[in-house]
């Protein structure tokens, strides 16, 4: 491989300024991080010039080498073993403190997820999308948000890297502190209205059928989703634009990708591997924010409070231990941060902290092989409560709850969990929205906060929901 080259330079410029003023094709991700005072809010990345693509469709692995337009199928089936070669040839040493420096960026769906863990697919699909898609790039853009300055790597393998990078440094030296108004022309049709797959009775027909499971001991706790669906009037890029201001969040994501684009404002780390460090964050508890301090104040105590959600997130904290311990060191895996409370703007979360330190010999791929799907959107039992959740839910999650981020050359590695999310296809647009149910959850409660949950959403959208169907 062509040697590593890095140019730093200082912006105050937002990351999707930034973005948006690149004028990028298809299969140029942004991974946002858009709320600024979280802890948890230090880098945005830009990919540029994709020299790789690879996708997995009805379980085949495909592959795009650039200047290639087409896809190859791949006699490899194994997506986890193919990325693990690939970043070992890649393989690139960092010596900054930025955390990715070159490498991929991608997601792997819940669909993969069942496949993964062998779990029968029997729900019907509203829309279909790749299992895994992942884009590796000549050039990125990485911006510390903290220190107000950049880095822009190039690897050499589309264009010499000196001259890459000097030709993005020029561009984003040109750039103004606002977008023009009409990259994001503003929709002028009436609102569309959105409807659910489960009418309200339905939902919580079928969280009464999962509490059942849990009365005879099948599962101790499971996520229950829904998806609402309908026509989209704006842009991908203007939908996306509207959710970071309206939602701001750490692991926020904009997928324009072949065919449909992803637009996710998450909350939650799933997975992050950095100099062999492990830490997951896993979300269970939710509570709107109040209209008026003293009711957004009484909403947050009742969360602090909740022995409900508290002993779901400790079951969950528990299945996310025992499969850290399945790639990390003996004694390595410790949770420095058991229930802690994390606002947004519409809603409070309940969230735990997990460690570990990586094995000898064991990679960042492996470990998301090792945890994929996410405990806190399957359950656990992870694999009875996979099954009962295909059982119940009436349509294919596709990319909501998997898990959209980066497979770093240098063995790094940082993913979300794609809750938040709005995915576009042929003018339509998918809503995924649930929540974790315990034995003692109401479902009146329950269905409730998955309203809650897709509010901001919605507002992106310019959407309304048609309530009576409910």
Not at 204 to 227: F, L, P, S
Not at 402 to 428: E, H, T
Not at 435 to 440: L, V
Request: negative net charge.
């Amino acid at each position: 491989m062509k040697s590593l080259f890095m140019r730093s330079f200082q912006t105050e410029l937002d990351p999707y300024i930034v973005y948006s003023q690149m004028n990028l094709p298809d299969d140029c991700i942004f991974l946002d991080s858009s709320k600024k005072d979280s802890l948890y809010s230090h880098y945005s990345i830009i990919g540029l010039n994709p020299f790789l693509t690879i996708k997995v469709v009805k379980g085949q692995l495909y592959e795009k080498i650039y200047p290639n337009t087409d896809f190859s199928l791949l006699a490899e089936k194994n997506v986890f073993a193919y990325l693990n070669r690939l970043i070992t040839e890649h393989h690139i040493d960092n010596t900054t403190s930025y955390p990715f420096i070159g490498g991929g960026i991608g997601y792997f769906s819940y669909e993969l997820g069942k496949t993964h863990q062998h779990i029968a697919s029997s729900t019907q699909n509203l829309f279909t999308l790749p299992e895994c898609y992942f884009v590796f790039y000549d050039n990125l853009i990485i911006l510390d948000l903290k220190k107000q300055e950049g880095l822009i790597t190039g690897l050499g393998k589309i264009k010499p890297s000196d001259l890459s990078t000097y030709e993005i440094q020029s561009h984003i030296s040109t750039m103004v502190g606002k977008p023009s108004s009409a990259l994001f022309p503003k929709s002028t049709s009436a609102s569309p209205v959105f409807s659910s797959t489960f009418t309200r009775q339905a939902y919580m027909k079928a969280i009464d059928r999962m509490r059942n499971y849990m009365e005879d001991g099948h599962i101790y706790v499971a996520n229950m989703t829904h998806t609402f669906h309908g026509p989209c009037h704006q842009t991908a890029s203007n939908v996306y634009e509207g959710l970071r201001r309206i939602n701001p969040a750490p692991f926020s994501a904009y997928l324009p990708l072949d065919g449909f684009q992803v637009c996710c404002s998450s909350p939650e780390r799933f997975i992050q591997v950095h100099n062999k460090q492990v830490q997951t964050r896993p979300i269970k508890g939710t509570v709107p924010r109040g209209e008026t301090h003293a009711l957004d104040q009484k909403n947050r105590k009742q969360l602090e409070q909740s022995t409900k959600d508290k002993a779901e997130l400790l079951m969950i904290v528990d299945l996310e231990r025992n499969d850290l311990s399945r790639v990390c060191q003996p004694n390595s895996v410790h949770v420095p941060e058991l229930f802690k409370i994390e606002s947004f703007s519409s809603v409070y979360h309940l969230v735990s902290t997990v460690t570990g330190l990586l094995k000898d010999g064991k990679t960042s791929v492996d470990c998301l092989e090792a945890t994929f799907p996410g405990g806190s959107i399957t359950g656990a039992p992870k694999i009875r409560a996979m099954e009962i959740i295909e059982e119940l839910e009436r349509t294919s999650r596709q990319i909501y709850t998997g898990s959209i981020g980066y497979f770093g050359f240098d063995g790094s590695a940082d993913f979300n969990i794609v809750i938040r999310s709005i995915v576009i296809k042929d003018d339509q647009a998918y809503i995924g929205v649930g929540g974790g149910i315990t034995y003692e959850s109401d479902p009146v409660s329950e269905f409730q906060e998955t309203l809650d949950k897709a509010k901001n959403l919605f507002s992106a959208l310019n959407a309304t929901v048609n309530i009576d169907e409910f």
